[in-house]
């Protein structure tokens, strides 16, 4: 059975950082690409970053140049690098495996 597990949120002022973690488990994780989707309240989930198998990365433009994703096979993890967040990064961050497995999301408030 796979299990996705998020953490690593939190409340953050503006201008400030928070890295999230993806640990995966019960799966081969090299084999798949892993993104990482938010969902603010009263908006729908939107795709906010992925990274493939073969390390090719791509991201909404909302978020290009402040967060980096990143994966560690060794470790079965995938991370999010959030700099330079703002308000309206506030949302619940999710975690999903091979196009299906989702994890149970982890808040993140950008507030002063």
């Known amino acids: 059975q796979v299990q996705v597990v998020e953490s690593g949120g939190g409340l953050v002022q503006p201008g400030g950082s928070l890295r999230l973690s993806c640990v995966v488990s019960?799966?081969?994780?090299?084999?798949?690409?892993i993104d990482w989707h938010r969902q603010a309240p009263g908006k729908e989930r939107e795709l906010v970053a992925f990274?493939?198998?073969?390390?090719?990365?791509n991201y909404a433009d909302s978020v290009k140049g402040r967060f980096t994703i990143s994966r560690d096979n060794a470790k079965n993890t995938v991370y999010l690098q959030m700099n330079s967040l703002k308000p309206e990064d506030t949302a619940v961050y999710y975690c999903?495996?091979?196009?299906?497995?989702w994890g149970q999301g982890t808040q993140v408030t950008v507030s002063s």
């Open positions: 999903r495996f091979d196009s299906k497995h």
């Open positions: 019960g799966s081969i994780f090299s084999i798949a690409t």
């Open positions: 990274v493939t198998i073969s390390g090719f990365t």
